[in-house]
Structures are given as structure tokens and as C-alpha cells.
């Protein structure tokens, strides 16, 4: 088992910043692919990035490229989603996911991460 914990979220202004972080406990962190991953009110849940268990390879959704950026500290059991020129579309509770495989075909979907946290809002007013 794999426990994970978000926090970092609030409330901010568009053009403002937050910096998300998802704290592991349980079974080796390093190994896992991290995923992020947020959903709006009413909408679908929506991927929005993932880094490999190295750190070394990562990729996120259009919508947030450029923007934000996903790291990983394996001696901290943390992996971070920084979030800079926010816009009001990005207002969601965001979660973090971990999941066995780095696979193009695949880490875009919930199927491919086995653990979830719970959830931290993030909220950006115009």
C-alpha cells in the first residue's frame, strides 16, 4: 500500500502561483510513476502531468504546458506540481496518483495508477 497525502492548495489570483505537494508513506516510493491529476466541478477528472519513478522523464497535458511543472524528491517521498500563471479554468481539486508503469499509451489514464490521495483545492479568481 501506498498512502498519499496533497497539500499546498488555496486560493489565488490568475496570474499568481501555488506549489502542490504530495507526500508518500507505505511502500518504496521510488519506484512509481507520480501522476497529477484535477477535476472542476461538474467535469470529468482530467490528467495534468506525470514524471517517472527516476524523475528523469515527465509530460503534461496541453492545457498546462509551459505553465506547470512536475518534480519529484525520492529521498523525501514527495513529488511537487508547481503551478505558475494561473488562470480562473484552472480552479479544481487537484489529486496525486501513483501507479507501476511510465508508458506513453497509458499514463495519461486513471486506469494506470493504483493510489490516489485525497484532494487539495485549488482556487483562481479573476
Known amino acids: 500500500q501506498v498512502q498519499l497525502v496533497e497539500s499546498g492548495g488555496g486560493l489565488v489570483q490568475a496570474g499568481g502561483s501555488l506549489r502542490l505537494s504530495c507526500a508518500a508513506s507505505?511502500?518504496?516510493?521510488?519506484?512509481?510513476?507520480m501522476g497529477w491529476f484535477r477535476q472542476a466541478s461538474g467535469k470529468e477528472r482530467e490528467f495534468v502531468a506525470a514524471?517517472?519513478?527516476?524523475?528523469?522523464?515527465?509530460y503534461y497535458a496541453d492545457s498546462v504546458k509551459g505553465r506547470f511543472t512536475i518534480s519529484r524528491d525520492n529521498a523525501k517521498n514527495t513529488s511537487y506540481l508547481q503551478m505558475d500563471s494561473l488562470k480562473p479554468e484552472d480552479t479544481a481539486v487537484y489529486s496525486c496518483?501513483?501507479?507501476?508503469?511510465?508508458?506513453?499509451?497509458?499514463?495519461?489514464?486513471?486506469?494506470?495508477?493504483?493510489?490516489w490521495g485525497q484532494g487539495t483545492q485549488v482556487t483562481v479568481s479573476s
Open positions: 496518483a501513483a501507479g507501476r508503469d511510465y508508458l506513453m499509451a497509458t499514463i495519461t489514464s486513471i486506469n494506470n495508477y493504483n493510489y
Open positions: 507505505g511502500r518504496t516510493f521510488r519506484g512509481y510513476t
Open positions: 514524471i517517472s519513478w527516476s524523475g528523469s522523464s515527465t
